[in-house]
């Protein structure tokens, strides 16, 4: 299938409208405390989208109303604000800043439905990432669009293995499911690529708990570390990119997060050009013209780029939606299961059946001064993102331990 328009591709034809006229998506995300600025982001991202959906018709005839609830990134809150989206009557509920609060999510979407028959929620999982949410955690009514950890350590270890310069790494991680995947892929990995490389320090930290890292960055210079290892994100990734600035602290870093809003700029600040390296679904200066002009409108409207995971996991419920002619989870769900789209940043995006997690091309990127004709710089710092590798998303597959009760 040939990538049309994105715009396009996003919002398909109506057909006649039902009783409700709404069709309500509750994103319960950080919107306070040490993530907010991560969930205030995503945020954009959904009204943005839905605007756009909303401006072509809608889907079946209603529009989208995205609904806001602060879960504060905390799984006990994200479950208070889960019920009451439920109480107003979403039947798609959004997350993905923190696998803590997906894990808590899925399993309670799970136990609601079963409570509940007809009035079943179905969630989507822009970016919680902890590969057990699609092994042992899997359930039939979490869908997730986003590589999670397994994939893009494998793509960043990949990467890793031919750089000699590699001797010593340390790892330094948030202490809650995902920070502790990454921690264990990365020893795994490395170890299987490239046993030589020492390990010289492992740290695991709260999540959005520290607010100086300079006792962290003391030890990884006092390490000898040639190279850093980190799944961090948000406030956790820019404030110890801060303090190793601070410090003068000369190390590769090797991310999964760097990206994210804030990020950039924490890089930029260390002033090592092309010496932090992320392991993404999108490279912006090297994707197709259509995605760059839809990055280029968001990022004049928002001030930060278009993060694939948010258009991808909206496109594919526009289709959902309106090839089953119905937007109850229970066909949403049936029509998840198995899709094939194309890809916002490129390639073919595909939701395997077994565990309802999307594979999509992979990219390698370092951060530094723009390329002549590169089109995006990030935050206003001068810099941006250069693609220096690629995975083809069939090369991303890898095997699930998933065993999923279905309805």
């Known amino acids: 299938m040939k990538t049309g328009s994105i715009a396009a591709a996003l919002f398909l034809l109506a057909a006649p409208a039902f009783a409700d006229d709404t069709i309500k998506i509750a994103y319960i995300d950080p919107l306070s405390g040490g993530g907010a600025l991560v969930g205030e982001v ?165 999540l959005f708990k520290v607010t100086d ?44 997060y760097a990206g994210l809003i804030g990020g950039p700029t924490a890089v930029r600040q260390t002033g090592l050009s092309h010496r932090v390296f992320v392991a993404s679904v999108y490279a912006p200066n090297t994707a197709p013209a259509e995605a760059q002009a839809m990055d280029a409108d968001f990022r004049g409207k928002s001030g930060t780029a278009l993060l694939p995971p948010y258009v991808n996991e909206m496109r594919v419920l526009a289709k959902a939606i309106t090839d089953a002619k119905a937007d109850d989870a229970k066909s949403i769900a049936a029509q998840l299961e198995g899709l094939k789209l194309p890809s916002y940043e490129g390639g073919e995006l595909v939701m395997r059946s077994d565990d309802h997690q999307v594979f999509q091309n992979m990219f390698i990127a370092s951060f530094g001064p723009l390329d002549p004709g590169a089109k995006f710089d990030e935050e206003g710092t001068g810099w941006g993102w250069k693609t220096i590798g690629s995975v083809n998303g069939a090369d991303t597959v890898v095997s699930t331990t998933c065993k999923m009760e279905r309805p």
């Not at 993905?96 to 969630?123: D, F, H, M, Q």
């Not at 990432?129 to 999670?148: E, G, M, Q, V």
């Not at 994100?233 to 999964?256: H, I, N």
């Open 213 to 256: 890292f300079s006792p962290y960055i003391a030890k990884i210079k006092a390490s000898g570390a040639d190279s850093v290892i980190t799944g961090n994100w948000g406030q956790d990734f820019a404030l110890l990119l801060k303090a190793a600035a601070g410090a003068g602290l000369q190390t590769d870093w090797y991310t999964t």
């Open 42 to 206: 995503g945020l954009k991202h959904f009204h943005y989208l839905a605007d756009q959906i909303n401006a072509a018709g809608g889907l079946n005839g209603k529009t989208i109303e995205i609904v806001a609830f602060d879960g504060k990134a905390n799984p006990q809150e994200s479950l208070i604000q889960a019920q009451k989206a439920a109480d107003q009557g979403a039947r798609i509920i959004t997350q993905g800043a923190g696998s803590s609060v997906a894990a808590a999510l899925s399993s309670w979407v799970t136990k609601y439905n079963e409570r509940n028959p007809g009035k079943e929620i179905v969630y989507l999982n822009y970016g919680a990432i902890d590969p057990a949410l699609t092994n042992d955690k899997c359930a039939y009514w979490h869908f997730r669009f986003d590589a999670h950890t397994d994939i893009k350590m494998a793509a960043l270890t990949t990467f890793m293995k031919d750089r000699s310069s590699i001797k010593k790494v340390y790892l330094i991680n948030q202490d809650y499911s995902y920070g502790q995947s990454v921690q264990r892929d990365a020893r795994a990995m490395l170890k299987e690529k490239r046993p030589d490389i020492e390990i010289v320090g492992d740290e695991l930290h709260p």
